[in-house]
């Protein structure tokens, strides 16, 4: 009867070794999904994030100096920006959600997200503006890490408990984009086919 005893007591031992291992594994698989998970996340947006840069770049880039003072005048544009002042806008906007999602504070000179005011001319805004999605980047690189808190942005309209790195970063892409639709219509006014539309 001990002998019985102790088989079903090392059965029950094993087994619930077992149990506790598969719980363990799964455990451990699960979070390996998790990572798994997030490291797609960061790839798919690392590669949406240079996507973005090099088409805004292009069309900034594309337009003459001389016509960085330019707004459209004709139609429903009364106090529009200059194209000038749009990159610099959509330039201090991927530093301040940037640094949000970094959970540091923005550049002091990105102000009410216009820019630096020393950041005049075509190549100093150029630069400005490859600055701030260099800056973009690190955010995007960050977005798998928990030890750093996130800080809730002020232009942005997501609430403070909505804030996270992954959302600010694709607030910043989106926004970039609805003002790239602006440059490329900026663009045209000046006859400048956008180099994405070019064969």
Do not use: C
């Amino acid at each position: 009867m001990q002998k019985m005893k102790s088989l079903l007591m090392l059965a029950l031992w094993l087994t619930s070794g077992n149990m506790l291992a598969q719980a363990v594994q799964q455990r451990v698989d699960a979070k390996e999904t998790t990572s798994l998970d997030a490291g797609r996340e960061e790839h798919a947006l690392q590669i949406l994030a240079k996507l973005t840069e090099k088409e805004i770049v292009s069309a900034a880039d594309a337009m003459p100096a001389d016509k960085y003072g330019f707004a459209p005048t004709d139609g429903e544009f009364k106090g529009v920006r200059t194209f000038g002042q749009m990159v610099k806008h959509l330039s201090a906007t991927n530093y301040i959600l940037a640094a949000a999602a970094l959970g540091e504070e923005p550049p002091a000179d990105a102000g009410d997200e216009m820019g630096p005011e020393a950041v005049r001319t075509k190549d100093e805004i150029l630069n400005y503006l490859k600055g701030s999605f260099a800056y973009l980047k690190k955010a995007v690189d960050a977005i798998g890490q928990r030890n750093v808190a996130v800080k809730a942005s002020p232009i942005s309209p997501l609430k403070s408990t909505e804030a996270t790195r992954l959302t600010l970063v694709v607030e910043s892409l989106a926004h970039a984009f609805d003002h790239y639709g602006q440059m490329i219509e900026y663009l045209r006014m000046n006859g400048v086919v956008p180099p994405a539309s070019r064969p």
